[in-house]
């Protein structure tokens, strides 16, 4: 199994433009989240998904879209790039939400110019 | 806010050296899990501990929780150099997601 991959690792973008990071997980697992981080602060989670169709927000969901048309994939959208949205984001999954762990993918370092 | 906090924000050790490092938290909880992340790199889940739990035990690991002090302490006994990272408490609260305090930075020294 891949786990949890992410893409790009790497962007940077200039105040306006949009993109979406690409999140995808070969566990059959059901929850799927998104998370940023700051320097000096753990993650703030971002929006989540309990289900494929299912998508809610979490703490610091604005300036961002999700969908979960499919099990395996849940990609995040950026629709007009700030530079306060510069950070490293996470993607993660779990088997559900009583589960035990969360698994994490390598992370996306986003720059926004 | 329920998040999780950290304590102390950074821990320097030698190595061979034991790293204890503590979380506190406001409300009740199902569980608090404690992860590591390396210096770019997602993170790892180390241990959980259910909130009817008050110790467990990983390899060089030991995690206790006192939830009438809403707190929790991750000691990593005989530290290395390897275990130079970040880490992290999260914690379920019956919600829908876990919170995550911001960290504590361990730097074991060889």
């Known amino acids: 199994n891949a786990g949890v991959t992410q893409t790009p690792k790497f962007q940077v973008l200039k105040t306006g433009q949009s993109m979406t990071l690409q999140c995808a997980q070969d566990?059959?697992?059901?929850?799927m989240s998104w998370y940023r981080q700051d320097p000096g602060m753990g993650l703030r989670l971002i929006h989540y998904?309990?289900?494929?169709?299912?998508?809610d927000q979490g703490e610091v969901p604005n300036g961002y879209n999700v969908s979960r048309s499919t099990t395996e994939d849940f990609p995040l959208r950026l629709l007009s790039a700030a530079p306060s949205q510069t950070s490293v984001y996470f993607c993660?999954?779990?088997?559900?939400?009583?589960?035990?762990?969360?698994?994490f993918g390598p992370g996306t370092r986003l720059t926004v110019l | 806010s329920q998040q999780g906090e950290e304590d102390p924000q950074a821990l320097s050790i030698q190595e061979g050296e034991n790293a204890t490092m503590n979380c506190s938290y406001k409300?009740?909880?199902?569980?608090l899990q404690w992860y590591r992340q390396n210096s770019g790199r997602g993170l790892v889940h180390l241990i959980l501990?259910?909130?009817?739990?008050r110790e467990k035990h990983s390899g060089r690991l030991r995690v206790t929780l006192d939830t009438s002090k809403k707190s929790s302490s991750l000691l990593i006994t005989a530290s290395r150099a390897a275990d130079t990272a970040s880490y992290f408490c999260?914690?379920?609260?019956?919600?829908?997601?876990?919170?995550f305090g911001p960290g504590t930075r361990l730097s074991v020294l060889p």
């Open positions: 993660a999954s779990t088997p559900g939400l009583a589960a035990d762990t969360q698994y």
């Open positions: 566990m059959n697992h059901e929850y």
């Open positions: 998904s309990v289900g494929a169709g299912i998508t």
């Open positions: 409300t009740s909880i199902n569980n």
């Open positions: 501990i259910r909130s009817n739990e």
């Open positions: 999260a914690i379920d609260n019956y919600g829908q997601n876990f919170v």
